[in-house]
């Protein structure tokens, strides 16, 4: 079992429309969660992080974690054609490696 | 502000080749990083420096070495460069590591072949 796991996608939505972008984790005594977005061909750039179980909401953004259920998503509203890049989930885990442990990732794609 | 940079930013390797690719910071951070992407599998940690004078192992590392030469400078080593290393390398930096580790600054990338 991969310690992240994300949908590899694509994630197709309309223009307007809510994405929504979902991650699991193997390690249960995992701390801090990131979502990254990657344009293609260029580095990952941070958007969202979140260490408390709830929502956290940033703009058109909002993180949601539940620790429980060992699961962290993303919400997009108001979706725009400049969101279709690759998010990418990150973790860093209840190990000595205090290092981030990022998913696969999810290409999304809106379709304007 | 140049944040961090690598070079090479492309490379094509033969088997057997030995390269360094090179990488600094200019935000005084304490740690750096490695990690290689690969289609469909993410960012995959190499090695990692969490401060200066130290270096562990992450998810990757045989076939990699690594050297911080200083507070700024953290280099990656192939010294036998293989075909399943060809890949796309990041280096990264942030201002310290811990539970709540801060943004993490990447830089542009190394896109490496070995033929």
């Known amino acids: 079992q991969k310690e992240v796991e994300q949908n590899s996608g694509p994630l197709s939505v309309p223009e307007g429309a809510i994405a929504s972008l979902n991650c699991t984790y193997s390690d249960r005594g995992s701390q801090s969660f990131f979502w990254y977005r990657q344009y293609s061909g260029k580095s990952p750039e941070l958007i969202m992080s979140?260490?408390?179980?709830g929502d956290k909401e940033d703009g058109r953004f909002t993180a949601q974690l539940n620790k429980a259920s060992q699961y962290v998503s993303l919400l997009i509203r108001d979706s725009q054609p400049s969101d279709s890049a690759t998010y990418l989930c990150?973790?860093?885990?209840?190990?000595?490696?205090?290092?981030?442990?990022f998913g696969s990732g999810t290409r999304l794609q809106v379709q304007p | 502000n140049a944040g961090v940079t690598q070079t090479p930013k492309f490379q094509v390797l033969k088997t057997g080749q030995s390269m360094t690719l090179q990488c600094a910071q200019d935000m005084n951070h304490n740690s750096m990083y490695w990690y290689r992407q690969d289609p469909g599998m993410g960012l995959r940690l190499i090695y990692y420096s969490a401060s200066e004078g130290t270096t562990d192992k992450g998810e990757v590392p045989n076939g990699y070495n690594v050297s911080r030469l200083n507070k700024r400078e953290f280099s990656l080593r192939l010294e036998s460069a293989a075909p399943s290393q060809t890949s796309v390398y990041f280096c990264?930096?942030?201002?310290?590591?811990?539970?709540?580790?801060?943004?993490?600054?990447f830089g542009s990338g190394t896109q490496l072949s070995v033929l």
């Open positions: 990264a930096s942030t201002r310290r590591q811990g539970p709540t580790n801060e943004k993490l600054f």
């Open positions: 990150a973790v860093i885990g209840d190990t000595g490696r205090r290092a981030l442990t």
């Open positions: 979140i260490y408390s179980n």
